[in-house]
């Protein structure tokens, strides 16, 4: 199994639907984050969380909100799902010191909102 | 506030030739820097790192790097091109050890037959 795992691995769903992206982790790690990434736009976080009560807005929060159920779990929903939101969503975990390990990221979950 | 810039979204060598991807660093403290690489329909992996220690860092695959602080540059270099090199590349910054890791746009390489 993977450390880090996003499901789903694809979606299609309609403007004005709420969705849930769900992101699981098997390393252990305090440390967890969203991002989205666009063609041209590279990686832009949305929300991040050092431990289960502890969240925080990233530069792209808007629109998103997050839940950490557990260490190992952090989800991130769209209340209401808007076109400009299609994108690829990563999750990704860190411990901390996050610089001398850098992130480990899951396979990442695209989303189309049509 | 820290930032990355890399120098163009893409980039085309030919394979056995030298891959050079260029990165600059803003930061007013001391940055940690580093390099991901995302192959298609794959998530972000770890190339190397720069965390104050050598100043020319040394990752996977033959690639490497080098802290110039004079020249506020990371860039990513790689002797000779394979075509399995091909994918987008991301150059990093975090202030601290212990922030978030701030992403540049991406330079996605091209290996020409």
């Known amino acids: 199994d993977a450390d880090v795992t996003q499901t789903p691995r694809n979606r299609i769903t309609k403007t004005g639907k709420r969705i849930m992206l769900e992101c699981s982790q098997t390393?252990?790690?305090?440390?967890m984050y969203w991002y989205r990434q666009d063609p041209g736009l590279g990686l832009r976080l949305i929300y991040y969380?050092?431990?289960?009560?502890?969240?925080n807005k990233g530069e792209i929060s808007d629109g998103y909100s997050v839940s950490r159920q557990a260490q190992a779990k952090f989800s991130l929903s769209l209340e209401s799902a808007i076109p400009n939101q299609t994108a690829l969503y990563f999750c990704?975990?860190?411990?901390?010191?996050?610089?001398?390990?850098?992130?480990?990221f899951g396979s990442g979950t695209r989303l189309t909102v049509v | 506030a820290q930032s990355v810039t890399q120098l163009g979204s893409h980039v085309s060598v030919s394979e056995g030739a030298l891959v050079l991807l260029r990165c600059n660093y803003s930061?007013?403290?001391?940055?940690?820097l580093f390099w991901y690489v995302q192959y298609p329909n794959q998530g972000l992996q770890l190339l190397l790192k720069?965390?104050?220690?050598?100043?020319l860092v040394k990752g996977i695959n033959g690639f490497e790097a080098e802290f110039k602080k004079s020249e506020t540059s990371f860039h990513l270099t790689k002797p000779s091109a394979h075509m399995s090199d091909a994918a987008e590349y991301f150059c990093?910054?975090?202030?601290?050890?212990?922030?978030?890791?701030?992403f540049g746009k991406g330079t996605r390489l091209h290996i020409l037959p």
């Open positions: 990093a910054v975090s202030v601290n050890r212990d922030d978030k890791i701030i």
């Open positions: 930061s007013s403290v001391p940055p940690y």
């Open positions: 390393k252990g790690h305090d440390r």
């Open positions: 720069y965390t104050s220690a050598a100043t």
């Open positions: 990704a975990t860190s411990e901390s010191g996050t610089a001398d390990y850098g992130y480990t």
């Open positions: 969380s050092f431990d289960v009560k502890d969240i």
